[in-house]
């Protein structure tokens, strides 16, 4: 039987957090095996469509590097790394476009408006929302970075009622397209955007000071503190361009930084509608 007390100390906890957070922006990278598991997608995207009906404006940026590994296998290239960066030649590059322009952002897209026209897909090259600039002088390595973005497209966006859904590429002054990885551009989005917090859907609980026991999760970081542990290996490998990625962002004015699992149901809601949380947050 439902314990009509509790329900209501839950409703007037989370009210809370609503008036604290409505109207202020949000940037989810979405990616990893929450994007993989339907059940774990369905329930990221519950999420974000109850955010955003709540007056939460939530922007969108995905990768989709499993995904891009079947199709180029489909294609019989066999997906390769240096120092934990996609190498993509020509071909590769084309197999990233159609993977994430046609089929990943579409399909989030497809999910988000299921029920309502709530969300618009762009990449970076879209309206030339993020201009990019190779990371190599080799002219067959088309990894590139955030050159500079143009945030006027998804604020105009936001402020019209919509869920902005980026795929992670962009175009150069040329025209030439890069792939860039996603928690760059989800950083620097964030940057741009000023916005009150920043959100990794990860494989992990967040930063652990033993990645084997969930146990050891730190909920509360400061910059200090993630600075002590990386000097310390207890971050290392690929949890630093994370972290990195984050200290970056938080000294340009965004608020909060939080890594947190994609893999439990619901844990953008935990994350950010309650006193408990489910990761790990970063701030100055």
Known sequence: MLNSTQFMQDLISISSFIRQYVGQVIVVKYGGAAMQDDCLKQAVIDDILFLHLIGIKVVIVHGGGPIINHWLSKCNIEPRFKNGVRVTDYKTMQIVQMVLEGKVNKNLVSMLNLFGNYAIGLSGRDLNLINAIPLSSNNDDFVGTVNNVNPKILSSLLDDGYIPVIASIASDSHGQVYNINA????GALAKALKVEKLIFLTNT?????????????IKTLSVSDVLNLKRDNVISSGMIPKVDCSIDVLRSNVQSVHIINGCLPHSLLLEILTAERSGSMLTL
Do not use: F, H
């Not at 928690?183 to 989800?186: E, G, H, K, L």
């Open 205 to 217: 609980p967040g930063i652990m000071l033993d990645t084997t026991d969930d146990s050891t999760l």
């Open 183 to 186: 928690d760059i551009v989800a």
